[in-house]
């Protein structure tokens, strides 16, 4: 069939109207060289974005039945999306169109009216050659699983299976120790209020295992993975017995939490296990049991607090210490009055706007705050100076530290099995830090909680409600996704199987078939932003919309 | 081509491939604020500076551009991610190619214009197409013989 | 009972656009209502954003043209609540849009309007370091690209003299000085706040000379100096004297005592100033006036590390009471207390103030059209500070981003997410299969 090009110049009022000379450009276009086998039919109008302009040009491409279209206006990121749109309805694929910005690279720029429409008539001659190299492009639509594996039982992980388990969405949480609740469950008291503790994590464990929807697995870690958003295929396994589940999932969520950094590591801290130097999580456990003591069973008469532990080896602050060391010092307090309390901060960080208030309620206790600019610890000896003064010793009955936390043991490998990217801090790293903060480097694997990065409770479960809500948009049960279209492809026989295209692909779109030998493209994955196109050094790639003869084409027109 | 044209002082004809998210955007608010731009230059639109590979880089020299400008996302800004690191990388090896061919690596030049830099686009381009312009045409202009 | 499956979405900041974009996604019916002319909230303020510096238009701006584009989204700028009515599920929302006087459908936004305008007046969107006509965008790029008529100064508008200036020049007709305030109803099954927050007022503390001396700056006009689209078009110099700073002061915690809180951001966003100021003068002295150093994110300290001695000398001031701001003459000069509580003094061309977040404006109205609380501190109260954060007092409003207290993008966005999350599960237990189903569990 011979090509039938419609050639739509928007004159957008003045704006091209008056800085091209448009009826020049109608004039030329039938006569252009090359195209004696095209038809090419050339007409203007006032505003095409208008209702009456789109109305106008659908009824112009059934009417003329046009193989192709060109449309010379403003720039595709004003319009492209309205002339898709007319293109649609008229019925014709919308990948058989192309707008030429012959304002604001033509009309809007080069001041001379000449000038502009020499520049004008090059750009729509290498849209029309561009067009005619385009091929028609398809949506599809792939079934998806609305079902989620949540990783880790503690309370982001806890708090995003209640969050997203519903009659017609199934929940698997596989925790691989024998309990939920994580580290949290030994907390007397939650930030920032001192008031509810232990009993929130009680509620929420109680609220896990009566819900239906969601199957909890104990003892349990992941094994495999393979698959991508909406289409997951995930193997479980018992870690102490041979027992494996195949699950088919949506979205998998990673809630693996954090550990606390051995203090032991940092220098200016030393001291022996059997000196009275504790965790703050070692704190919790004795706080919610027979109470805070001593090795001897004697309850301490004064107790030193020091802030900072690790934070400049780690390179970060852990955000939260500030505020559960104020909080730790309160149950030395409740437990006794008379105790001695002495918190050494170096910065008092309290992001959140109800932190100050706790501040001055820690202040209203009794605890003395000293500010420090160093500070070192031998046994239960603290030796520092204050900002603005020297070097003190003082000598304490116990000693807490908080020591910077750091991502939980299992993350590295979590993160190989998955094949997502870590910080350089070795947590988890979110897809983007400010715009996609619990999404990572692969869509459908969702990160929450202080797997993250170091955060408290609350966060975490807000962390844990913001991937529910990715996910209840992302994956509707009975719905379907429907990926990009202008994706990379593999051309099988030019690959040569060197696998450069999966080392930069960003998103773990691409794999590598061993039986094959060469690497294959997961159109469902690919953004098509056309970086292996780039690194592929033996041509087997191609992006499609934009192929390698439609750029050339667009090239080589401009250049004539 | 007319004696007339030939008489005519050298234009460059520059090629500049900019990604879709930033420096497009950029190219959008130059144009929007009515900056006065070479007309030198023709904007090729690819989702990522990446997508511009060395095929296609020196076809559009052998097919006569006489000055590539790529111009993407600042470091770090990239849509993608880390596409504009290795769009950078790239074009360090094609600029000793260049070399070899007898083309000047300045007629290759990789810009960062974020979409809020539309004063900077018009610099870099306008700056840029002084520069070819200093250079003189392509010496390899249609010597596909190579 | 009936129920709404649409959403209304107040304020078109970060948080604000990305709940619609989401909800949008979820096949929600989006009524989102923005007192400015333009989409985008604070964040298009800024030229780059911490920690990784980078654009923020670049960020930004495809989330506004998705918005924009949206067919399930219906953007109503000029608009603010004015009240609602109903129950959980079940609401009307009134919104009131004042005039544009430019068709937004006709506009193509090519800006010819503005030329002939004859008004000349301070742009409050730039700070006012920059002049705008009575028809105008506030910033180039602005989106939606469309111009508002501020009635306020229009001099026919205003009754002061016949004018068509705008309306001549406006080859689309788009400019309709006759357009009108309209009152509309829309039915929302939920509501989610995010109307962000304001800026502490510095000309409150008089010993910091804001107001006073051309040299000090809030930091959002220390933002638009910088941006490359702003009124100077990025550079960096003095209001009425036009000299470039060679001695910058930033001073942190202004407004934190006053205010009851630390408002978490102000410390990254005084060091991304330090790195602005050395990008453009590579010659000046930046000085950090700080007490405490809130980098509560995993990535924040290695931002203040590599600013710290390198891009400004950190000065630590004891007391913000005892800091004055006066002038020495030819500048400024900033006398405070060190750490050993001794008087020091620097003498400097610019200070900046970084002062903290407070509640929007505009929060105590809408608490009052929405019939929700608001914390001691102003910010929109959520249901239980400690546990869940996004749920207002009022079954069915949702809060989301800084209008529920001071934070950085990242919490705004993970707020904005969550909200939406809620706000589906929310919707799902209004429908009357649930109701019916919750019946039955309880029977059984």
Not at chain 1, 469 to 486: A, F, H, M, N, S
Not at chain 2, 96 to 106: N, R, Y
Request: contains cysteine; negative net charge; charged residues 25%.
């Amino acid at each position: 069939m011979k090509a039938k090009i419609g050639i739509y110049v928007c004159e957008c009022g003045p704006n091209i109207g008056e800085t091209i000379d448009i009826p020049r450009v109608l004039e030329t276009i039938p006569a252009l060289e090359g195209y004696e086998d095209v038809e090419l039919v050339p007409k203007s109008f006032g505003l095409l974005c208008s209702p009456a302009g789109k109305e106008y040009l659908a009824k112009e491409i059934t009417d003329n039945g046009f193989t192709h279209l060109v449309v010379a206006a403003c720039s595709p990121r004003d319009h492209n999306s309205t002339f898709i749109g007319v293109c649609k309805e008229a019925g014709l694929n919308p990948y058989l169109y192309k707008i030429i910005n012959i304002r604001e690279h033509c009309g809007w720029i080069i001041h001379d009216k000449e000038a502009a429409t020499d520049k004008a008539i090059q750009y729509i001659r290498s849209g029309i050659s561009r067009v005619l190299y385009q091929s028609e492009l398809f949506e599809r639509q792939l079934e998806i699983t609305p079902d989620v594996l949540v990783i880790g039982g503690g309370i982001a992980g806890m708090e995003a299976a209640l969050s997203l388990a519903s009659h017609d969405r199934k929940v698997y949480l596989a925790e691989k120790t024998g309990e939920l609740g994580g580290k949290a469950a030994r907390f007397a008291s939650l930030l920032p209020r001192q008031g509810r503790g232990a009993d929130v994590i009680r509620e929420k464990i109680k609220a896990v295992e009566e819900n239906e929807h969601i199957r909890v697995h104990l003892n349990t870690e992941l094994e495999s993975s393979i698959g991508f958003l909406g289409n997951f295929e995930v193997v479980l396994a018992g870690n102490g017995d041979d027992e494996k589940t195949d699950l088919k999932v949506g979205a998998i969520i990673i809630a693996t939490g954090y550990r606390m950094s051995d203090p032991g590591s940092f220098t200016g801290y030393e001291y022996a296990d059997t000196d009275e130097v504790y965790s703050s999580l070692e704190i919790e456990r004795m706080n919610g049991g027979e109470g805070i003591a001593l090795r001897s069973g004697a309850k301490p008469a004064s107790v030193a607090l020091i802030h900072c532990v690790g934070r400049q080896e780690k390179g970060y602050c852990s955000r939260i210490c500030c505020n559960y060391m104020m909080k730790i010092a309160g149950y030395f307090k409740k437990q006794s009055g008379a105790t001695k309390v002495t918190e050494f901060f170096f910065d008092m960080c309290l992001p959140h706007k109800a932190d100050q208030e706790f501040f001055d309620h820690s202040v209203g206790l009794g605890i003395d705050f000293k500010r420090v600019k160093e500070i070192g610890l031998s046994g239960t000896s603290v030796e520092f100076a204050e900002t603005g003064g020297g070097k003190q010793k003082m000598d304490f009955d116990m000693v807490v530290l908080a020591s910077a936390m750091e991502p939980s043991e299992d993350t590295e490998a979590l993160a190989g099995l998955l094949e997502i990217d870590l910080d350089e801090r070795g947590f988890f790293k979110e897809a983007h830090q400010t715009t996609d903060p619990v999404a990572t480097s692969i869509d459908g694997i969702f990160v929450v909680g202080a797997s993250q990065g170091p955060r408290g409770v609350s966060d975490s479960m807000l962390l844990a409600q913001a991937t529910a809500g990715r996910i209840r948009c992302q994956l509707k049960p009975g719905g379907k996704i429907v990926p990009e279209v202008k994706v990379s492809e593999i051309m099988e026989a030019y690959c040569t199987g060197c696998r450069t295209c999966l080392e930069v692909c960003g998103y773990g779109a691409i794999y590598f078939d061993d039986q094959k030998g060469i690497s294959i493209v997961n159109e469902a994955v690919c953004r098509g932003c056309g970086n292996c196109f780039g690194s592929c050094p033996s041509g087997a790639l191609r992006t499609k919309h934009f192929t390698n003869k439609q750029l050339y084409r667009e090239v080589t027109e401009a250049l004539k | 081509m007319t004696e007339k044209q030939q008489e005519r002082e050298f234009t460059p004809k520059i090629v500049g491939f900019l990604c879709n998210w930033c420096t497009y955007a950029a190219a959008d608010l130059a144009g929007s604020t009515k900056l006065e731009i070479s007309p030198a230059l023709t904007v090729i639109r690819v989702m990522c500076s990446s997508r511009v590979d060395h095929n296609l880089l020196l076809t559009t020299f052998f097919e006569g551009a006489d000055g590539i400008l790529v111009a993407g996302c600042h470091p770090g800004d990239c849509h993608y991610g880390k596409g504009n690191y290795y769009a950078r990388r790239r074009y360090a090896v094609l600029k000793k190619v260049m070399e070899g061919l007898g083309l000047e690596p300045e007629r290759l030049q990789l810009s960062w214009v974020s979409a809020s830099e539309g004063n900077r686009y018009a610099d870099v381009v306008n700056a840029f197409s002084e520069k070819i312009k200093a250079l003189g045409p392509n010496p390899i202009n249609g010597r596909s013989d190579f | 009972m009936s129920h709404h499956e649409s959403v209304v979405v107040v304020g078109a900041g970060l948080a604000g656009m990305k709940a619609s974009l989401m909800l949008a996604h979820a096949g929600k019916k989006v009524h989102l209502v923005e007192t400015l002319p333009i989409i985008g909230g604070a964040t298009i303020k800024n030229e780059e954003s911490f920690p990784n510096l980078e654009c923020s238009t670049c960020l930004v701006a495809p989330i506004q043209q998705e918005v924009l584009q949206s067919p399930d989204i219906e953007t109503m700028t000029l608009s603010a609540v004015e009240k609602i009515e109903g129950d959980k599920g079940n609401f009307t929302v009134t919104v009131r849009k004042a005039a544009r006087y430019v068709k937004i459908a006709d506009c193509i936004g090519c800006g010819m309007c503005y030329e002939p305008c004859p008004v000349s007046v301070a742009n409050e969107w730039e700070e006012n370091l920059g002049e705008r006509k009575a028809i105008y965008v506030p910033c180039a790029g602005s989106l939606p690209n469309v111009p508002a008529v501020d009635k306020e100064h229009c001099l026919k508008l205003s009754g002061k003299q016949e004018c068509n200036a705008c309306v001549e020049a406006c080859m689309f007709g788009a400019v309709d000085l006759d357009d009108k305030d309209e009152t509309v109803n829309i039915e929302a099954g939920a509501v989610i706040v995010a109307t962000g927050s304001g800026m502490f007022d510095a000309s409150s503390l008089p010993n910091l000379g804001y107001g006073k001396f051309p040299g000090v700056y809030t930091p959002f006009e220390f933002e638009r100096l910088f941006a490359s689209n702003g009124p100077t078009l990025g550079e960096i110099t003095i209001r009425d004297t036009g000299k470039v700073p060679a001695k910058i002061a930033i001073i942190h915690c202004v407004g934190r005592k006053e205010q009851g809180y630390c408002s978490g951001v102000c410390c990254m966003y005084s060091f991304k100033f330090a790195h602005f100021l050395k990008k453009k003068l590579p010659e000046a002295s930046v000085y950090n006036l700080h007490s405490d150093i809130c980098v509560p994110d995993k990535s924040y300290q290695k931002f203040f590390d590599g600013v710290k001695g390198t891009h400004t000398e950190m000065l630590y001031n004891s007391s913000m009471e005892d800091l004055k701001v006066s002038s020495n003459g030819a500048g400024l000069k900033v006398v405070y207390l060190d750490e050993a509580g001794a008087e020091r003094e620097i003498d400097v061309d610019m200070v900046i103030l970084s002062v903290a977040m407070v509640p929007d404006e505009g929060a105590l109205g809408l608490a009052e059209a929405l019939g929700i609380e608001r914390d001691a501190r102003g910010f929109f109260k959520v249901l239980d500070e400690g546990i869940v954060s996004v749920e207002s007092s009022r079954e069915g409003i949702f809060i989301a981003g800084t209008a529920e207290g001071p934070k950085d993008s990242q919490s705004s966005v993970i707020q904005a997410e969550a909200a939406v999350g809620q706000v589906l599960a929310f919707l799902e237990s209004c429908r009357p299969e649930a109701a019916e189903a919750l019946a039955e569990d309880l029977k059984a």
